[in-house]
């Protein structure tokens, strides 16, 4: 979402549509990532748990919001592990 009108960002950002009931999530964030997205998913997940929704947080080292994507085609990739483990 683009602009500078704060109740569309608000409206577009799933922070303020969280309920319960709602499926698990893994959300995840990586050390190299954009400046703002490390809060953004601590905060989201804060928001999930706090509304009784089962939400796992992982942090991705020596990786970026890109790198992480791309990365996640090798088999000892941090990121496939852990949505493998959490699919299960």
Same mark, same amino acid.
């Given at each position: 979402?683009?602009?500078? !009108?704060?109740?569309?960002?608000?409206? /577009?950002?799933?922070?303020? #549509?969280?309920?319960?009931?709602?499926? @698990?999530?893994?959300?995840?964030?990586?050390?190299?990532?954009? @400046? &703002?997205? @490390?809060?953004? *998913?601590?905060?989201?997940?804060?928001?999930?748990?706090?509304?009784?929704?089962? /939400?796992?947080?992982?942090?991705? @080292?020596?990786?970026? #919001?890109? =790198?992480?994507?791309? =990365?996640?085609?090798?088999? !000892?990739?941090? &990121?496939?592990? *852990? %949505?493998?483990?959490? %699919?299960?």
């Amino acid at each position: 979402m683009f602009g500078r !009108d704060k109740q569309r960002r608000r409206e /577009a950002s799933p922070l303020f #549509h969280v309920k319960s009931p709602a499926p @698990p999530f893994l959300i995840s964030y990586c050390q190299w990532d954009y @400046p &703002t997205l @490390p809060a953004q *998913a601590r905060r989201f997940v804060a928001s999930l748990q706090k509304a009784g929704v089962t /939400a796992e947080l992982l942090f991705i @080292p020596r990786e970026n #919001h890109i =790198s992480e994507m791309i =990365s996640i085609t090798r088999e !000892d990739d941090a &990121t496939a592990r *852990a %949505i493998l483990r959490f %699919i299960k």
